[in-house]
């Protein structure tokens, strides 16, 4: 059982590093606020391996996608620290039609992830709009993206 967890627990932190990796090399998809810095990803379902997706109760599909939120505080020594926030947001179509996202926070040692799931629409950019509140005595940061995907099929 112990092993079970710790193996999940592995796989989906070496899948939210891959996912914050691969954004950061495509396209560094973070926002820098003061010392701040919000990383976001959205990626189909369909990447994740089964064990991450059943491990976490995810969907695994084509059809599906999951937004990845981390909040970061840079350190006076360079590094950083996982920050504990809460995010609210909805994603757009073309059509306009609105799903609004219901994110779940997964805490991994020293990380901090915000996760939420998405229908996908096939070959059409599809707009984020996050409200990304770190700090309780702040207003929300507003982190905005645009992302097209395609379903396999």
């Given at each position: 059982m112990v092993y079970q967890v710790l193996r999940s627990t592995t796989l989906l932190v070496t899948m939210l590093f891959s996912l914050l990796l691969a954004a950061h090399t495509a396209a560094e998809q973070l926002t820098r606020i003061g010392d701040y810095e919000i990383h976001y990803s959205a990626v189909?379902?369909?990447?994740?391996?089964?064990e991450v997706a059943q491990a976490h109760g995810i969907q695994r599909s084509a059809?599906?996608?999951?937004?990845?939120?981390?909040?970061?505080?840079?350190?006076?020594?360079?590094?950083?620290?996982?920050?504990n926030a809460s995010v609210q947001g909805h994603v757009t179509g073309l059509a306009d039609a609105q799903e609004s996202l219901?994110?779940?926070t997964v805490h991994d040692g020293d990380a901090t992830y915000h996760l939420a799931t998405f229908a996908l629409r096939h070959d059409e950019p599809m707009r984020f709009n996050l409200d990304v509140r770190y700090d309780r005595n702040a207003s929300p940061e507003r982190v905005s993206f645009i992302q097209r995907f395609y379903i396999e099929r």
């Open positions: 189909a379902t369909s990447f994740l391996t089964p059809g599906h996608g999951l937004v990845n939120v981390s909040v970061r505080e840079r350190q006076e020594d360079g590094g950083t620290r996982a920050v219901s994110f779940r």
